[in-house]
């Protein structure tokens, strides 16, 4: 049974630091892209970040360049968001994906999702 189990979200003051952790199970995801999307209360789901298992390659959202980091630990099946100088619009809940290709992730199209992790950003 395939699993994204998504961990480290919680409230933090404007201009603060979290980093979310999306453990892979159930699964082989070499082959895959792993995202992070968020949706905010009212709002739909956005694309936040994208990073493939296999190569180095990343892609963010405008709204969290230069502020927010992806990265993976191959070994441990596990991918990261690391997000600095926090706003409150950030505030949103965070879902870790999975999806075949870096387009698919782009389109939403995506094969497995987590349960998501909340994130709150007071100001």
């Known amino acids: 049974q395939v699993q994204l189990v998504e961990s480290g979200g919680g409230l933090v003051q404007a201009g603060g630091s979290l980093r979310l952790s999306c453990a892979a199970s159930g699964r082989t995801f070499t082959s895959y892209t792993m995202g992070w999307f968020r949706q905010a209360p009212g709002k739909g789901r956005e694309f936040v970040a994208a990073t493939r298992w296999s190569a180095s390659s990343t892609s963010y959202a405008d709204s969290v360049k230069g502020r927010f980091t992806i990265s993976r630990d191959n070994a441990k099946n596990t991918v990261f968001l690391q997000m600095n100088s926090l706003k409150p619009e950030d505030t949103a809940v965070y879902y870790c994906?999975?999806?075949?290709?870096?387009?698919?992730?782009?389109?939403?199209?995506?094969?497995?999702w987590g349960q998501g992790t909340q994130v709150t950003v007071s100001s």
């Open positions: 994906a999975a999806a075949t290709s870096t387009r698919a992730v782009l389109a939403g199209t995506v094969d497995y």
